[in-house]
């Protein structure tokens, strides 16, 4: 078990950092999709939601104007570093950061047409794709590394192994997505059976303070909630759960309706493109650390250098796909074989 607190790697990282205050608190709970989260004021980007002006002033500037759902998690980081070194402008995008509570929402807010695309963990989207929503996944999001996703308890928890998560209950920000999915990879390495725990909805924001409440005796946490627990309550790591069967697994990627690809494939095309020079910049991490402070506040310097990032794929891979939906059977999230070329045809 690991207290997870900014080293003096971080420390020495720090100087090469500007960050901005505050905590971007949206992850969870009732938010809307027409609002972006606080914590993006000051940015210079364009975080207000599905606004009017933003539509008038990409009109007004030849651009093509679109709203794109978005987590406050660094998993989603390649779209914050697109926005900063103005590759959505080059490829004649206006785009507007939607941030969202989970990949839920962000999937059923492009279904009902509120955004033109969206980054959803693949779960969330194979499981709609597999009831008949019409979804097409245009460039791959972000990979695992180890301790990205991790299980966390309280400081001085008398819980120090995963077995000892049995009847007790976890912290999530939705159930049935990759949070439960890879929770429950890891309960099952340790001999825990899934149906022992309960599972709560708690937003990222809030779970390192149900932590040291003791409401909940464990929580699923993304980075850079990982790094801010450990910092500001002293949530310690209990397990990493992107390893063993869940090690380097694809989380994520960005997805449209088909229908809208097919009615603008050039739009699709230059989104695309851009992502995928944003993600060939992210391998640099110095690129990522930039980023952060423009949708990810309240955490100094340090902090961001103590992130753990993820890999952000530059292609799109039938292969690692299917593996997600092929994980998903075995763990009983889907009843039947999922194809996930349907998911990458116009």
Same mark, same amino acid.
């Given at each position: 078990?690991?207290?997870?607190?900014?080293?003096?790697?971080?420390l020495?990282?720090?100087a090469?950092?500007?960050l %901005?205050?505050?905590l *971007?608190?949206? #992850?969870? $709970?009732?938010a809307?999709?027409?609002?972006?989260g606080?914590?993006?004021?000051?940015t210079?980007?364009s975080g207000? $939601?599905?606004s009017?002006t933003?539509q008038?002033s990409?009109?007004?500037?030849?651009? =093509?104007?679109?709203?794109?759902?978005?987590?406050?998690?660094?998993?989603?980081a390649?779209?914050?570093?697109?926005?900063?070194?103005?590759?959505f402008?080059?490829h004649?995008?206006?785009?507007?950061?939607?941030?969202?509570?989970?990949?839920e929402q962000?999937?059923?807010?492009?279904l009902?047409?509120?955004?033109?695309f969206?980054f959803?963990?693949?779960?969330?989207?194979?499981?709609?794709?597999?009831?008949?929503?019409?979804?097409?996944?245009?460039?791959?999001? !972000?990979q695992?590394?180890?301790n990205?996703?991790d299980?966390?308890?309280?400081?001085?928890?008398?819980?120090?192994?995963?077995a000892?998560?049995?009847?007790?209950t976890?912290? %999530?920000?939705a159930?049935?997505?990759?949070?439960?999915?890879m929770?429950d990879?890891?309960?099952?390495?340790?001999?825990?059976p899934?149906?022992s725990v309960h599972? %709560?909805? /708690?937003?990222f924001?809030?779970?390192a303070?149900?932590l040291? *409440?003791? #409401?909940?005796?464990?929580?699923w /946490?993304?980075?850079?909630?990982? =790094?801010?627990a450990g910092e500001q309550?002293g949530a310690?790591?209990?397990?990493?759960?992107?390893?063993g069967?869940?090690?380097?697994?694809?989380? !994520?990627?960005?997805?449209?309706l088909?229908?809208?690809?097919?009615?603008?494939?050039?739009?699709?095309?230059?989104?695309?493109?851009?992502?995928?020079q944003?993600?060939?910049?992210?391998?640099?991490?110095s /690129?990522v650390?930039?980023?952060?402070?423009?949708?990810?506040s309240?955490?100094?310097?340090?902090? %961001?250098?103590?992130?753990?990032?993820?890999?952000?794929?530059?292609a799109?891979?039938?292969?690692?796909?299917?593996?997600? *939906?092929?994980?998903?059977l075995?763990?009983?999230l889907?009843?039947?074989?999922?194809? /996930?070329?349907?998911?990458?045809?116009s």
């Amino acid at each position: 078990m690991r207290f997870r607190q900014a080293s003096g790697r971080a420390l020495l990282g720090a100087a090469a950092v500007a960050l %901005v205050a505050g905590l *971007a608190g949206c #992850t969870g $709970g009732p938010a809307s999709s027409a609002q972006a989260g606080p914590g993006l004021s000051g940015t210079g980007l364009s975080g207000t $939601g599905l606004s009017g002006t933003g539509q008038s002033s990409a009109a007004n500037s030849g651009l =093509t104007h679109v709203d794109v759902g978005v987590l406050p998690i660094i998993d989603d980081a390649p779209v914050y570093v697109a926005l900063q070194h103005g590759l959505f402008d080059a490829h004649g995008l206006d785009v507007t950061p939607v941030i969202l509570n989970s990949g839920e929402q962000a999937t059923q807010d492009l279904l009902s047409g509120q955004l033109q695309f969206t980054f959803s963990n693949y779960v969330t989207t194979i499981l709609a794709a597999s009831q008949g929503a019409q979804l097409r996944v245009v460039a791959d999001g !972000a990979q695992t590394l180890p301790n990205t996703n991790d299980l966390m308890v309280a400081r001085n928890s008398s819980i120090r192994s995963v077995a000892q998560l049995r009847g007790k209950t976890i912290a %999530v920000n939705a159930v049935g997505n990759i949070a439960t999915m890879m929770t429950d990879a890891t309960l099952r390495a340790y001999g825990v059976p899934v149906d022992s725990v309960h599972y %709560v909805v /708690v937003p990222f924001p809030d779970m390192a303070g149900e932590l040291a *409440a003791h #409401t909940v005796n464990a929580a699923w /946490v993304s980075e850079p909630f990982i =790094t801010q627990a450990g910092e500001q309550t002293g949530a310690e790591e209990l397990a990493d759960t992107a390893s063993g069967s869940m090690a380097s697994f694809p989380i !994520a990627g960005y997805a449209t309706l088909r229908s809208y690809a097919r009615a603008n494939p050039a739009v699709v095309a230059e989104f695309t493109a851009a992502l995928v020079q944003a993600e060939a910049l992210s391998a640099n991490r110095s /690129v990522v650390e930039q980023a952060i402070p423009t949708y990810i506040s309240g955490m100094r310097p340090a902090m %961001v250098s103590a992130v753990q990032l993820d890999q952000y794929p530059t292609a799109l891979s039938a292969a690692r796909l299917q593996r997600v *939906a092929d994980t998903m059977l075995s763990a009983g999230l889907l009843s039947k074989p999922f194809n /996930v070329s349907q998911l990458l045809s116009s």
